[in-house]
């Protein structure tokens, strides 16, 4: 509730939303459908697999702890900006099939010591519950040198279901510290990115739930 659309692009079902959670938070949507119900499975594998960037997350991602098949730990840096200046950040990500036609990927911030020297204190604004976590990893050395900036997760991920006729997929971030997703660049990037994956899949015949 409380969405904003900003940007309709009515001729691929893509929505893109966003709104204030509190004074200073913002969270952005987006939303878009696929007419081909038999890529439900395939999307869920390509979108689930956290040691590769995906359509929004550009850059270098790796998994650096494993808990179970459907609870990791990721590092992400993002592509430098103009000026050769890097941001990263590390968050758990985890996949949970909540009916037969719907699948949940979700990714947060915990209160990870890095090593990181910056002083800024951590704190989640939307999972509260994220803040009580707390475990130390062994950084590479330009984390522990201060040479890249550290961004946090509130919140982050997909909603997957499948329709009649369409799989439906919800995007949905906040990560403080990093640029705004709304830009047309990027939602033109998802549509080909989920043009690419039906050129690749279609002529699978993934089974259906």
């Not at 869920?44 to 998994?63: E, M």
């Not at 900036?149 to 997957?160: C, D, P, R, S």
């Amino acid at each position: 509730e409380g969405y904003e659309l900003c940007v309709k692009y009515p001729n691929n079902n893509t929505l893109y939303y966003k709104k204030k959670h509190g004074s200073n938070t913002n969270i952005e949507r987006t939303h878009f459908k696929i007419y081909n119900t038999g890529m439900y499975n395939g999307v869920i594998s390509r979108l689930w697999d956290p040691d590769r960037p995906n359509f929004y997350n550009n850059g270098y991602v790796k998994i650096v702890r494993v808990y179970n098949p459907n609870l990791v730990m990721i590092e992400q840096r993002y592509e430098k900006d103009s000026k050769g200046r890097q941001k990263y950040f590390h968050a758990l990500v985890k996949r949970a099939q909540i009916s037969d036609n719907e699948t949940i990927i979700v990714m947060i911030s915990g209160n990870i010591n890095d090593h990181n020297p910056s002083n800024a204190e951590y704190k989640n604004t939307i999972v509260e519950s994220a803040n009580s976590f707390t475990t130390e990893i062994d950084s590479e050395e330009d984390i522990r040198a201060g040479k890249l900036k550290k961004t946090f997760v509130n919140i982050a991920g997909y909603l997957i279901e499948k329709k009649d006729k369409c799989v439906d997929i919800t995007y949905v971030e906040s990560i403080s510290g990093k640029i705004s997703i709304f830009q047309k660049y990027i939602i033109r990037k998802a549509l080909n990115y989920f043009s690419i994956i039906y050129k690749r899949i279609s002529h699978i015949n993934f089974p259906i739930p």
